[in-house]
């Protein structure tokens, strides 16, 4: 019982569903979820194919990424096209009797179910990474800071702090603080006006 390796393709025909996908050993197999068709690409079982099996793999895989693969079923067999691959235009696949389609059918579940149990112990192993490369301690102390008012020594003058406060220069501005005037403060003269 090979398990599926490779990538899942949903394909159409008809009304119909179906799911593409390789074996190990370069077979490919398609499947409504009740019967399977197969064809090893070893064999070379296409129409027309004038490539080696390696490369008609690999034309497969891109056109069944790309989702211009088509399906055609007929009774005891299905033709897999390529529309576009002029040098492989089509894969003719086999119905596999019943005993081996639902030897296949749990394959293919218990290694969707492996490629399941890995990708989610994958992500469980990222979240934590991003987790612990964001330190605790300093995600608290920024989100403590956001609610703690301002230390700048401007801020805490005005709202009363217990800082001395400066004392007054003769001569210095009360306007421009640490300005100092040229002249010589003489005070206010009232008998000028």
């Known amino acids: 019982m090979a398990e599926p390796s490779g990538l899942f393709h949903l394909l159409r025909a008809g009304p119909g569903r179906f799911l593409c996908y390789c074996r190990p ?26 490539c080696p099996p390696e490369e008609h793999s690999a034309m497969l895989r891109a056109a069944l990424g790309r989702g211009t693969a088509e399906l055609s079923l007929g009774p005891g067999s299905a033709t897999l096209r390529l529309p576009e691959e002029p040098r492989c235009p089509a894969l003719a696949l086999a119905q ?26 994958r992500l469980e192993a990222a979240v934590e990474t991003l987790a612990t490369s964001c330190s605790p301690q300093k995600n608290s102390a920024q989100s403590q800071q956001l609610f703690l008012p301002d230390p700048s020594p401007r801020k805490n003058r005005a709202a009363g702090s217990a800082l001395p406060a400066k004392r007054k220069v003769p001569g210095e501005s009360l306007i421009n603080p640490g300005f100092k005037s040229k002249k010589v403060p003489s005070g206010v003269n009232f008998e000028d006006s």
Not at 33 to 40: I, K
Not at 105 to 119: D, N, P, R, S
């Open 25 to 50: 050993g370069g077979a490919v197999c398609v499947t409504d979820a009740m019967e399977v068709w197969a064809a090893d690409l070893g064999d070379c079982p296409a129409f027309g194919c004038r």
């Open 96 to 121: 596999l009797p019943p005993a081996e389609a639902r030897r296949q059918l749990q394959a293919l579940v218990f290694g969707m179910a492996g490629c399941i149990e890995t990708l989610e112990r």
